[in-house]
């Protein structure tokens, strides 16, 4: 739907107004409110949290966001059943490297968007245990057919590695350049990313400063004995950081 039919429908406006009503109610019942964010396009997830925590603040300090699950893209995936599938295929199919580029820059988002806590939906199981169909089965960490760790579980990993217990996300884009600072034990961690296709050197020293940095990809593929293909991390100026849509992990050496 268009925006202009969304708020043309009395159905989407019922079903709003229901909702905040309900919000509003039960506000000083709840200490924190629950976000199921599986979203086809990461700026959802920006607009869904904004939302919340605009609709929080009429009725008083809003309270802590949680996402207990969410995951992306919510879209289908070759390969799984979308009988009863929900998502909507104007967003076009789901793959395994979008996948485990959606898990770092959805955690990045929420984190600098003051989001407490991001659990990863559906870790994967496989056969007739598996969790639904199709969006719910590419979204996952492990594979549904065989349970084998898929390129966004060593993504998933590697953010763990390198951003566990941080103190401070910052969101510090700036032009076409998404970037998210990390407080990791006192240094900076940054990980950004740009809407291009093909990688091509970007200067970041705007938001870096002028330094010389090591940058991290992400697993996005796996080869053919389901091992990660890890790409190795190079060492760039700050003027010339290689950057595309995939998110890449930038810190001093």
Not at 57 to 64: D, L, N, S, V
Not at 186 to 201: F, I, M, N, Q, S
Request: aromatic share 12%.
């Amino acid at each position: 739907m268009t925006r202009e039919e969304m708020n043309a429908s009395s159905v989407w406006s019922f079903r709003k107004a229901r909702y905040e009503w309900m919000v509003e109610q039960t506000f000083e019942t709840f200490d924190v409110i629950d976000l199921h964010a599986y979203v086809p396009i990461v700026s959802f997830l920006e607009g869904e949290i904004a939302y919340l925590s605009d609709l929080m603040a009429r009725f008083g300090e809003p309270k802590p966001i949680w996402i207990i699950e969410g995951g992306g893209p919510h879209k289908n995936y070759p390969g799984y059943p979308a009988i009863n599938s929900p998502a909507d295929p104007f967003f076009g199919w789901g793959s395994a490297e979008e996948n485990a580029e959606f898990v770092v820059k959805l955690h990045a988002i929420s984190a600098a968007m003051g989001v407490e806590r991001q659990h990863w939906g559906l870790g994967g199981t496989k056969g007739e245990n598996a969790y639904w169909d199709g969006p719910w089965c590419g979204m996952g960490l492990l594979d549904r057919n065989d349970d084998h760790r898929k390129p966004s579980y060593y993504a998933f990993r590697t953010m763990v590695e390198l951003l566990d217990g941080f103190t401070e996300a910052v969101d510090v884009s700036s032009g076409s350049v998404r970037a998210f600072r990390f407080t990791v034990d006192g240094e900076a961690v940054h990980v950004l990313w740009t809407d291009d296709e093909t990688e091509r050197p970007i200067d970041a020293s705007p938001i870096l400063g002028e330094a010389v940095v090591l940058v991290t990809r992400i697993v996005t593929e796996l080869d053919e004995a389901l091992a990660p293909i890890v790409p190795p991390a190079r060492v760039a100026p700050t003027a010339a950081v290689p950057l595309s849509h995939t998110p890449v992990f930038v810190r001093r050496p």
